[in-house]
Structure formats: C-alpha cells, structure tokens
C-alpha cells in the first residue's frame, strides 16, 4: 500500500483546510482503517481521527466539533475537513492505513496556522 497524503498549507486562524489520503497499490483494496496522526515540533505524534471500514469514526478530544472524516471507497481516499484552525493545530499531518496485516503510513502533509 502506497499512502500520498495532500492538501496542507499555511492559514490564519480560524480557516479550514481539507487533507486527502489517497491510497494505491495491489493491497490498497484490503485497507479497513485509516487514520490521521499530527506531529508538532519537538512533540510526539498523536492521534487526530479515524475511520474504519464500515464508516466508523473516532476523534480526539482536540479535534472533536471541528475535523470531520469522510471516505471515498471508489478513490480510495479519505478527507479529513479541518474547520476553525488554531495555531495549536500547526504539526506535520500523516495518515495511516491498517490491514489484516500491518500497517503503512503516508509521508505527512504540513500544517501551519498563524494566528
């Protein structure tokens, strides 16, 4: 499974941003979950949201009345709708798929929100 996640960018506070997760490759058919995990500077990183392959989500705390998932079973990409950014929110994005197997993770999407 190859993961090419998109659609980061530098925005004021209070903007929104829509990340992509586009999946390929000849498992990419098998992947149930993917989430979204953020690193910020000099931090850990941390789980944002997931979805499973039944349309199951989980946010985090942080993310919760905000971000919302959305999955495109014939693209193979899943959507994470980020409203009302603050700057807290700045940390490289990276999505992970998870199959029967194992797990593989995308190369990250930058994330900065100025104040």
């Known amino acids: 499974v190859q993961l090419q996640a998109s659609g980061g960018g530098l925005v004021q506070a209070g903007s929104s941003l829509r990340l992509a997760c586009a999946a390929s490759?000849?498992?990419?058919?098998?992947?149930?979950?993917v989430g979204w995990y953020r690193q910020a500077p000099g931090k850990q990183r941390e789980f944002v949201a997931s979805i499973s392959g039944l349309r199951t989500t989980n946010y985090a705390e942080s993310a919760k009345g905000r971000f919302t998932l959305s999955r495109d079973a014939v693209k193979k990409t899943v959507y994470l709708e980020m409203n009302n950014l603050k700057p807290d929110d700045t940390a490289v994005y990276y999505c992970?798929?998870?199959?029967?197997?194992?797990?593989?993770w995308g190369q990250g999407t930058q994330v900065t929100v100025s104040s």
């Open positions: 992970r798929a998870d199959t029967r197997r194992s797990f593989f």
């Open positions: 490759g000849s498992t990419a058919a098998s992947i149930n979950t």
